[in-house]
């Protein structure tokens, strides 16, 4: 999430990732509460793949159990490591190429979709659909938006 947040248009990010390879500087919390990453409620199985795994794959933010077990974990930072990864870093410059960024980036899902139908008479009927905007929109340079609404 962080690598794309630094890559929206505008934010003039440079992103270095640096990873703990040191696994003793890893502590976890598996008894804390769900919201801040524990894993106690979760089933035997899945709490030892999720202590297992090196990787946190692909998901939907926010309520994913090993995101939530990896993201609220404390690291203690290799100094000489971090540094290391640092100054690679700082060797290359970053490309802030605007427009190619912007054609990346693409509006979210619609919010708290919305579908009402009311009877008018014998022969009429009514469907209303309505929606919220996606969280991003506004975000995004964008002169218009057009939605497509199926109706099965």
Known sequence: PYKTLASLPGMDLHYISWRNTK?????????????????AHLEKEEQERILASKDVPRHLCCRNPEWLFRIY???????????EILKEGMKTKPSFKKS???STVHPGRVREPQCQTSVQTTNEAKLTVSWQIPWNLKYLKVREVKYEVWIQ
Request: glycine share 6%.
């Open 23 to 39: 696994e003793e500087n890893t502590i976890t919390h598996p008894d804390r509460t769900w919201e801040q990453g524990g894993i």
């Open 100 to 102: 190619k960024l912007a």
């Open 73 to 83: 974990q404390d690291t203690l930072v290799d100094i000489p490591s971090f540094l």
